[in-house]
């Protein structure tokens, strides 16, 4: 019985003792606390903070993307401001850019120890960290979905002129590769009038010489019956064409007739001699032969063709291929980097933890203390 009583008494001497200990080893505690804040804001002057941010990058607006409309006047070339976006992406995933501005901004620097292979490794390492990711779909309906860069750095305002400086090297190849496009699309189509013209050429001058091969066929044909017209006239004292058809007519039971065309030097020499005359005369016999009529209406309209001066003139009214051309549309002052490092967060664990310490530290000398 008295053990039992006397057991709330023991406890209450041993929180009361507990308190007083802490109460006079307060210094110790409050000592251990201050050297893990000083230790935790060493860590955080000492080591580097890393950062985070992001650029979003858009097509170009409507007001800079409507002098590339006009090409919907000419079928020869065509290009929008999603298809510059695109070209922009394409270059920009390569990662050729960023790698290159990393190692002209001094982003890295070369160890000692480092091969130009090692070196150009880290490199295209480091240049992965520029993340280049795919717009999401879960956006508001009223906004079109971006792609965006996320930047991970340590140097921030280093890590911007790199972005800045690979950015302005895609746009400068996407403004190559457009200027590309244009001129060989412009070549291909000139190419293609060249090839038609020499195709009409070909097929006038192929119409022709079977022209001149007909006309000599008929001039043979159109001798010999002369000759056949002038011997009959002589002999039938006939020098004109007086009968148009023979007819030969034979009574039968069922009373039919039968007629034959007449040879055709019947029509007479001077007929015949006459139509010699007019073939031998033939000043421009391609005016004769439909086939070459046609060829040289499209040949003129093809020697017409304005597409192609109409759409360098056209190009001339964009930036294509000037220092003004932009691809897409990003603002590199949004940037917003945040620290990834808990500056707070550091802070706090640091005094929970250095308070810990001074109890544990302060528990353990009581400890030794009480025994001897």
Do not use: C, H
Request: no cysteine.
């Amino acid at each position: 019985m008295n053990t039992e009583q006397s057991q709330p008494n023991n406890d209450e001497i041993d929180l009361a003792d507990l308190v007083r200990s802490l109460w006079l080893g307060r210094w110790v505690v409050i000592s251990t606390t201050i050297v893990a804040v000083i230790a935790a804001l060493i860590y955080l002057i000492i080591v580097p903070k890393t950062y985070e941010g992001a650029l979003e990058i858009s097509p170009l607006p409507s007001f800079q993307a409507q002098v590339y409309l006009t090409f919907d006047e000419t079928e020869l070339i065509g290009i929008d401001s999603k298809q510059l976006e695109t070209l922009f992406i394409e270059d920009t995933l390569k990662y050729e850019a960023l790698e290159f501005s990393i190692k002209e901004n001094s982003y890295l620097e070369k160890l000692a120890t480092e091969s130009e292979l090692e070196f150009s490794l880290r490199i295209s390492s480091a240049a992965r960290e520029f993340t280049v990711s795919k717009p999401s779909n879960k956006t508001d309906r009223e906004q079109q979905p971006k792609w965006t860069i996320a930047l991970e750095t340590q140097q921030p305002e280093l890590a911007i002129k790199v972005v800045s400086d690979a950015l302005s090297l895609v746009n400068d190849n996407v403004n190559r590769q457009v200027q590309s496009t244009m001129d060989r699309l412009l070549a291909a189509y000139s190419r293609g009038i060249t090839r038609e013209l020499k195709d009409i050429d070909t097929t006038t001058s192929i119409a022709l010489n079977n022209e001149k091969l007909k006309t000599q066929f008929r001039l043979a044909f159109l001798d010999e019956q002369a000759s056949l017209a002038r011997a009959i006239g002589r002999a039938l004292s006939i020098d004109k064409n007086t009968l148009t058809v023979q007819t030969f007519t034979t009574q039968s039971a069922l009373g039919t007739s039968v007629n034959k065309e007449e040879p055709f030097y019947l029509r007479g020499y001077i007929a015949i001699e006459k139509e010699m005359e007019i073939l031998l005369s033939r000043q421009s016999p391609q005016l004769f032969i439909p086939e070459i009529i046609s060829n040289e209406l499209r040949k003129q309209q093809l020697l017409k063709d304005l597409s192609i001066a109409s759409a360098k003139q056209l190009i001339a009214l964009t930036p294509i291929g000037t220092e003004a051309f932009e691809a897409v549309s990003y603002d590199l002052a949004s940037i917003d980097f945040q620290s990834k490092t808990k500056t707070s967060l550091i802070l706090a664990l640091s005094i929970v933890l250095g308070g810990m310490l001074g109890i544990f530290v302060l528990l353990i000398r009581n400890a030794v203390v009480r025994k001897e």
